[in-house]
C-alpha cells in the first residue's frame, strides 16, 4: 500500500520545538514534491509547508513562516518539518502527501496523495 509515515510528533510547552519526519512506504520520495498538513477536528485541513523535489523551492502558510522549516534527504527517503517557537494553536494532527496534480495552490489538499494516518502534535502549558 502507498503512503506516507509521519513520526516525531508528542506533546510539548508553548515556545519549545519538534521535528516531525515523513517517510514513503512503497515509493521513492526523490520524484515527488512534497506537503505538509494539518488538521483539527471540525476544521478544514490546512497546508502548513512546501518543497519541491530537490528542496531549492520551499512555501510556508503564513501562520507558520518564521517558525517552522521543511527539508528533505531524499538520500534517505524521508522529509522534515522543523517546528520552533511552538504556540498552543500550532495543536494539531499533521500529515505530510505527495502532489499529484498542479493547480497553482501549493496548498490545495485535493491535488495531494498517498496520506498517512499523521502525528499528533500537543502544545500545551
Known amino acids: 500500500q502507498l503512503q506516507f509515515v509521519e513520526s516525531g510528533g508528542g506533546l510539548v510547552q508553548p515556545g519549545e520545538s519538534l521535528r516531525l519526519s515523513c517517510a514513503p512506504s512503497?515509493?521513492?520520495?526523490?520524484?515527488?514534491?512534497i506537503a505538509w498538513f494539518r488538521k483539527v477536528p471540525r476544521k478544514e485541513r490546512e497546508g502548513v509547508s512546501y518543497?519541491?523535489?530537490?528542496?531549492?523551492?520551499?512555501n510556508y502558510a503564513d501562520s507558520v513562516k518564521g517558525r517552522f522549516t521543511i527539508s528533505r534527504d531524499n538520500a534517505k527517503n524521508t522529509a522534515y518539518l522543523q517546528m520552533n517557537s511552538l504556540k498552543p494553536e500550532d495543536t494539531a494532527t499533521y500529515y505530510c502527501?505527495?502532489?499529484?496534480?498542479?493547480?497553482?495552490?501549493?496548498?490545495?489538499?485535493?491535488?495531494?496523495?498517498?496520506w498517512g494516518l499523521g502525528t499528533q502534535v500537543t502544545v500545551s502549558s
Open positions: 502527501a505527495r502532489r499529484r496534480y498542479y493547480t497553482g495552490d501549493y496548498f490545495r489538499s485535493q491535488d495531494y496523495e498517498f
Open positions: 518543497i519541491s523535489r530537490t528542496g531549492n523551492i520551499t
Open positions: 512503497g515509493f521513492v520520495l526523490a520524484y515527488w514534491e
